[in-house]
Structures are given as structure tokens and as C-alpha cells.
T-cell receptor
Framework: GNSVTQMEGPVTLSEEAFLTINCTYT??????LFWYVQYPGEGLQLLLK?????DKGSNKGFEATYRKETTSFHLEKGSVQVSDSAVYFC??????????FGQGTRLTINP | DTGVSQDPRHKITKRGQNVTFRCDPI?????LYWYRQTLGQGPEFLTY????????KSRLLSDRFSAERPKGSFSTLEIQRTEQGDSAMYLC????????????????FGEGSRLTVL
């Protein structure tokens, strides 16, 4: 079945550091891929998405590229801020917009 | 506020009691989803509705769980004879059931209803 594996956390970085959170997936067919973010005390919200191979999703300085050959969708940001502290979830769409999530990676950015 | 709202935000109950959660989706959304999230894990799919029809149920949804969306608007998730293993955050999400550009897979989540079973 479909599954998503994320880099284990928690991840702690200093402000302005480079961020990578790894995500790999197993799926039948050609799923869409997503990163959702959950800020403290808030609901999950879509950060970015990619719907086909080689697409790059981007938002708020974050980027992720849909790599079919390595079944990966790693999240990157060149310079993180304290306000990026949150839990990040990689997910794939298994049909009918039903999402399969990874376990989440908690990110803490220190000033 | 026109987002997804859930009620109650937190419910503490004793084992064996019944609980019901309510979700009000974004008004124009025809799809509604329920997920369960335990500590340190990602959300797990439970069930989803298109309008008032329940189209899919996960194996996680035992016969103690029932979900309804009677008029295709709000939804309820009821858990009967709660067990300690039911303690989790129950998330509701809604979406437009279309694959038009920009709509593929974007679910809008509520803040969740946290259940604690003592």
C-alpha cells in the first residue's frame, strides 16, 4: 500500500541555517505529493505541493521537488527563521484526495 | 471565520462512555474527511464523505465508530463504549472534490478535537 517515510526528528537549527527534511514514499501509480505544516496551537495547513514528476512546489521560501526516480520529496529552505518552528508532515494523495501522511518532523529554530 | 471548525476542542471521558464530535466544514466544500492523530504520529485516515454519502471507511474505524453527514453539511463522529486506546486527536478536513488547477489534494483542516479516555 501507499506509505510515506520522513526523516526522524526533532530537528533543531539556528536562525539563517539551511534546512532539509527528507521524505520518501511508496505508492502505486502517480500520486500527488504535499508538505503540510502545523504551527503550535493551529491546525494543519498546506505548505506546498507537486502533482507530477519533476514538478517543484514552493511557498514561503520552502521548496520541494517531486523525484520519481528516487521516490523522494525532500523539503528545503535556504535560511530558516524562528517563525518556521513547527511540525512538518510529508503526504501523498492516494485517490479521492485521501492523504497518507508521514510521522511528522518537529523543527525548532533558535535565535 | 470561514475555516473548518470542530467541537468540542477537548473531551475527557471515562472508559465505556460514548462521545460525539462535530465538524463544520468550509461551506462550499463537498468533501469531508475524518482523521485520527496520536502523539508523535501523522494523521491517519478514518473515513470520508462526498456530500452526504460516506464513500470510504478505513479498517481503523471499528464498529464502535460511526460517522454521519446527514445533509451534506456538518458531520458528526461518534465513538461508543470508549476505550483508553481511543485517546487521540480527531481531525476533520474538507475540500472541493475537483482536480482543477490548484485544487488537487488540498485539504483544509480544523484544529482538532482531543479525546482523553480515563
Amino acid at each position: 500500500g501507499n506509505s510515506v517515510t520522513q526523516m526522524e526528528g526533532p530537528v533543531t537549527l539556528s536562525e539563517e541555517a539551511f534546512l532539509t527534511i527528507n521524505c520518501t514514499y511508496t505508492a502505486t501509480g502517480y500520486p500527488s505529493l504535499f508538505w503540510y505544516v502545523q504551527y503550535p496551537g493551529e491546525g494543519l495547513q498546506l505548505l506546498l505541493k507537486a502533482t507530477k514528476a519533476d514538478d517543484k512546489g514552493s511557498n514561503k521560501g520552502f521548496e520541494a521537488t517531486y523525484r520519481k526516480e528516487t521516490t523522494s520529496f525532500h523539503l528545503e529552505k535556504g535560511s530558516v527563521q524562528v517563525s518556521d518552528s513547527a511540525v512538518y508532515f510529508c503526504a501523498l494523495s492516494g485517490g479521492a484526495q485521501k492523504l497518507v501522511f508521514g510521522q511528522g518532523t518537529r523543527l525548532t529554530i533558535n535565535p | 471565520d470561514t475555516g473548518v471548525s470542530q467541537d468540542p476542542r477537548h473531551k475527557i471521558t471515562k472508559r465505556g462512555q460514548n462521545v460525539t464530535f462535530r465538524c463544520d466544514p468550509i461551506s462550499e466544500h463537498n468533501r469531508l474527511y475524518w482523521y485520527r492523530q496520536t502523539l508523535g504520529q501523522g494523521p491517519e485516515f478514518l473515513t470520508y464523505f462526498q456530500n452526504e454519502a460516506q464513500l470510504e471507511k478505513s479498517r481503523l474505524l471499528s464498529d464502535r465508530f460511526s460517522a454521519e453527514r446527514p445533509k451534506g453539511s456538518f458531520s458528526t463522529l461518534e465513538i461508543q463504549r470508549t476505550e483508553q486506546g481511543d485517546s487521540a486527536m480527531y481531525l476533520c478536513a474538507s475540500s472541493l472534490g475537483t482536480w482543477a488547477a490548484g485544487g488537487a489534494g488540498e485539504l483544509f483542516f480544523g484544529e482538532g478535537s482531543r479525546l482523553t479516555v480515563l
